[in-house]
């Protein structure tokens, strides 16, 4: 699963600071960086740069750190079940 999905999958509706975040990443559509699916090597340092040229607040790049360490994790363990 690609970041995009995973914070559309587990964000999109929460009131709270990873849920703005989902939102703009889903508002900002085919501009936001999509990695593919286990590719993760680089990827955190292209969307940590599409923030800050997008601005973001530090409440963001908060929520994106918490939210990439969780992706990882959630894609680390689906993949060692396979």
């Known amino acids: 699963m690609t970041f995009y999905t995973y914070m559309m999958r587990n964000y999109l509706t929460e009131a709270s600071a ?3 975040l989902a939102r703009d990443i889903k508002r900002d559509g ?3 960086p999509k ?3 286990c590719k993760f090597n680089r990827w955190h340092g ?3 740069d599409y923030l800050e ?3 973001a607040c530090s409440a963001c ?3 994106f750190e918490e939210c990439w360490e969780e992706y990882v994790e ?3 363990k689906r993949l060692n079940r396979n």
């Open 46 to 48: 292209l969307i940590h």
């Open 74 to 76: 959630c894609e680390k």
């Open 30 to 32: 085919m501009d936001f």
């Open 35 to 37: 990695n593919r699916s």
């Open 61 to 63: 790049y908060e929520a």
């Open 53 to 55: 040229k997008r601005r």
């Open 18 to 20: 990873k849920g703005d």
